[in-house]
């Protein structure tokens, strides 16, 4: 099994509506994200012979999916008083609304499952919430 490993990060913010702890309140995190593609052959001819896929491909689809939630506030939608939405949204904020809960397990899984959907054979995706804490989804 061929494996292909890219790794991206990018700054947003998230609060986890419910939670009894610190994460309650809005806070932001450097999100490190790795995916990993997989497959049994390599490509056999043309300019890909002996890859999986091409990386700068890989990787452009990977950062643009990414480069979409830098530096926002990412929230479950219906987590929010409508009053602070609305205030946030005037003052030109950048709010991306989702529909689970903004967990890095459900970001795992979002990633994974959007990148499968751009055509490529998944195997992994990681979520580094801090240097030593990630969630995994396979």
């Given at each position: 099994?061929y494996i292909l490993k890219v790794e991206l990060s990018f700054?947003?913010?998230?609060?986890?509506?419910?939670y009894k702890g610190k994460c309650s309140n809005i806070h932001?995190?450097?999100?490190?994200?790795?995916?990993?593609?997989?497959?049994?052959?390599?490509?056999?001819?043309?300019?890909?012979?002996?890859?999986?896929?091409?990386?700068?491909?890989?990787?452009?689809?990977?950062?643009?999916?990414?480069?979409?939630?830098?530096?926002?506030?990412?929230?479950?939608?219906?987590?929010?008083?409508?009053?602070?939405?609305?205030?946030?949204?005037?003052?030109?904020?950048?709010?991306?609304?989702?529909?689970?809960?903004?967990?890095?397990?459900?970001?795992?899984?979002?990633?994974?499952?959007?990148?499968?959907?751009?055509?490529?054979?998944?195997?992994?995706?990681?979520?580094y919430e801090t240097p030593s804490n990630c969630a995994v989804?396979?």
């Amino acid at each position: 099994m061929y494996i292909l490993k890219v790794e991206l990060s990018f700054d947003s913010a998230h609060f986890l509506a419910g939670y009894k702890g610190k994460c309650s309140n809005i806070h932001g995190h450097r999100w490190r994200v790795e995916i990993e593609v997989q497959s049994e052959n390599l490509i056999d001819s043309g300019q890909m012979d002996g890859m999986v896929v091409d990386f700068g491909d890989l990787k452009s689809d990977f950062k643009e999916m990414l480069d979409f939630y830098d530096h926002a506030l990412i929230i479950q939608k219906g987590t929010m008083r409508e009053e602070t939405l609305k205030c946030l949204i005037q003052d030109e904020f950048k709010i991306i609304h989702l529909e689970f809960r903004p967990t890095a397990e459900n970001l795992a899984r979002f990633f994974f499952d959007t990148m499968k959907e751009k055509g490529y054979n998944m195997k992994r995706a990681v979520v580094y919430e801090t240097p030593s804490n990630c969630a995994v989804y396979e």
